[in-house]
């Protein structure tokens, strides 16, 4: 029964997020071209609250009910299997991800994670690049050129900047000396400083969580396809790369894939170098109590949605790259420093002699 | 590639400072006055010299100031200005216009009829919003055009 909860929850957190985060979108970068973005379409019955909510909180749903009644297209040519495969394999592994993630400390005895996989870094990481599949799937079944191009790049750029990611994750673990995403968690539960970001308890790795950390965000970027990297589906040169012919449901679940990898993503980087649910002087990590836990829960959505912020603030600033300066910056310099990070993170834990 | 001018060039690849600059400068947009009217409820007020819909004046007597001497129609470039002049009822003038319609889906508010004009009789207002149902709604006569 928890765990049916437990699995709700951690979907309706993964799904439920994407309305906010389009919302934010789009009135984010509104304010920052110096619009006001959408603010007519508000919650029927109850509307703005006599001004306390901000307008056009429902915006999302009038987005979502466009595309239902949208004509659904197969083109004629289209490699039907993989046409309908393709919008579930981008969709549905990001939503899987979410099982292993620890999105609360614990109410009683039950932690509040769905599965506590003692390899559950590996498992997120391959579950990841299940959707690589579906990029792919996508830019073949549409029998269009620019749905295969845009297909190819993200095949390329997802397996390129997947290196990078991995090699942060390890500079992460090898802090928290654990692939348990729980006890990566727990053992940054010790205040700021016990944040992988910074060190992760000891000051001397501050630096190098700092550079890994960051590194990690770059490379998340370019795995959710976000601008800068969005070159799978620059409209400019691809018209929408690999979903170019999706219409109506299947183009909102490449939609939504998106977002719910976004979530995923922030939740990740959030897991692994912020500290996850904790945060000092709120949570009490020895404590479980339902307060206690609802506290962690909330702390992590908060830092999750933080972390959304920062993606769409990035979205809305930065210019695309260029094919070639994107793998450049991939293979030539995210990597090595990546590696470089990586190694001396190593060395200093042999020269200082294990962990604290 | 020697030493120095390779590093500079490799970090200068990362594009992180320019990055950060770019998102400071966003940030301070993002808290900046924005530019956008809501519209029904607040309208654009046009600055005075903007070029909207015509209107053609009276004297002090609220006669007609147009004496149909074809200017503003010979200075349209669009051709959007159709005349037919009439005898005048008053002694300073000879004649007055009968017909005088503007097709205001041809216009295109350059403001030269206004120009032309030797008894300064039209004008371009700063109405730019008014709609209407049909093509020819949008011709205006004599009547619509001297009722602004």
């Known amino acids: 029964m928890a765990s049916v909860l437990k699995m709700l929850f951690a979907l309706g957190f993964a799904v439920g997020l994407v309305p906010v985060a389009v919302y934010l979108e789009r009135r984010v970068s509104a304010f920052i071209q110096g619009r006001l973005g959408p603010n007519r379409v508000n919650i029927p019955l109850i509307g703005r609250l006599g001004g306390i909510l901000p307008g056009g909180l429902a915006q999302p749903v009038a987005d979502v009910v466009k595309l239902l009644f949208k004509e659904d297209i197969i083109p004629l040519r289209a490699d039907r299997v993989l046409f309908l495969l393709a919008p579930l394999l981008v969709f549905l592994p990001p939503a899987v991800g979410f099982a292993v993630i620890p999105f609360g400390n614990r109410i009683g005895d039950e932690a509040l994670q769905v599965a506590d996989l003692n390899v559950g870094i590996l498992f997120t990481v391959s579950i990841l690049s299940v959707s690589v599949y579906g990029l792919a799937f996508a830019g073949w079944a549409s029998d269009n050129k620019y749905s295969i191009m845009g297909g190819l790049r993200a095949a390329a750029q997802l397996l390129s900047y997947e290196v990078t990611l991995g090699l942060c994750v390890v500079t992460a673990l090898m802090f928290s000396e654990s692939l348990d995403p729980r006890t990566i968690v727990e053992r940054q539960a010790r205040g700021i400083l016990g944040w992988n970001i910074l060190g992760g308890g000891d000051l001397w790795r501050a630096p190098f969580g700092i550079v890994a950390g960051l590194l990690f965000f770059i490379a998340a970027l370019a795995e959710n396809k976000r601008l800068p990297f969005d070159l799978p589906e620059c409209d400019a040169e691809l018209v929408g790369g690999f979903h170019t012919e999706y219409s109506s449901m299947k183009f909102a679940l490449f939609f939504m894939g998106e977002y719910v990898g976004m979530v995923l993503m922030s939740a990740l980087w959030v897991t692994f170098f912020w500290g996850g649910w904790h945060l000092p002087g709120v949570t009490d990590p020895s404590s479980a109590t339902l307060l206690q836990g609802i506290l962690s829960v909330l702390v992590f959505s908060a830092k999750v949605l933080a972390v959304l912020l920062l993606y769409i603030w990035v979205r809305w600033t930065l210019p695309r790259f260029r094919y070639d300066q994107l793998m450049d910056l991939g293979w030539k310099r995210l990597i090595p420093i990546a590696l470089a990070n990586l190694v001396a993170v190593a060395a200093l834990g042999a020269l200082r002699g294990g962990p604290r | ?148």
């Open chain 2, 1 to 148: 590639m020697t030493g120095r001018g390779f590093w500079k060039r490799w970090s200068d690849a990362l594009y992180l400072p320019e990055c950060l600059k770019g998102m400071a400068k966003t940030l301070v947009r993002f808290f900046q006055p924005k530019f956008t009217l809501s519209y029904p409820e607040e309208v654009h007020v046009p600055r005075p010299g903007y070029r909207g819909e015509h209107r053609l004046k009276k004297d002090e007597q609220g006669r007609v100031k147009c004496v149909a001497c074809m200017m503003c129609r010979t200075a349209c470039p669009a051709e959007c200005i159709y005349i037919e002049g009439g005898p005048s009822p008053w002694p300073d003038r000879d004649k007055v216009p009968r017909v005088f319609t503007i097709d205001l889906l041809k216009c295109i508010y350059c403001g030269m009829c206004q120009e032309a004009c030797p008894c300064d009789a039209i004008e371009l207002t700063t109405v730019f919003t008014r709609v209407a149902s049909s093509r020819e709604d949008k011709v205006y006569d004599l009547e619509k055009l001297l009722s602004r």
